[in-house]
């Protein structure tokens, strides 16, 4: 990826994780964090991996959430940055961070 492209993919990122917290949406309960974002070579999809925090109810009605505010996220996303064409949103959960947790669990229970 070039330069331009890995700069516009930051800016995404950031201007993305800013609008997810301004979201009004009352499924949008728990914390979201955006994990990674991938962007395809010709910029018109984007695949946002966020992790979610909570049970997996409160996971699945936050995914609900943004799924559901993905094509005024994707209009605020281009005003915002002054794209000519916004970008296609696919979210999905990014559950590293708990699976993390389960490795450090299980080595730790390994080491006493």
């Known amino acids: 990826m070039n330069i331009k492209a890995e700069r516009l993919k930051e800016t995404i990122k950031k201007e993305l994780a800013l609008l997810i917290y301004e979201l009004k949406d ?32 409160s996971k699945d009605e936050t995914l609900k959430g943004l799924v559901s505010a993905s094509r005024f996220l994707r209009g605020e996303l281009a005003r915002r940055i002054g794209l000519k064409y916004a970008p296609q949103i696919l979210f999905a959960i990014d559950n590293s961070l708990e699976k993390g947790d389960k490795i450090f669990e299980i080595l730790r229970k390994i080491e006493h």
């Open 26 to 57: 009352v499924r949008i309960k728990s914390m979201v964090s955006i994990m990674e974002l991938e962007m395809s070579s010709d910029h018109k999809n984007i695949k946002v991996w966020v992790s979610i925090y909570g049970d997996e109810k």
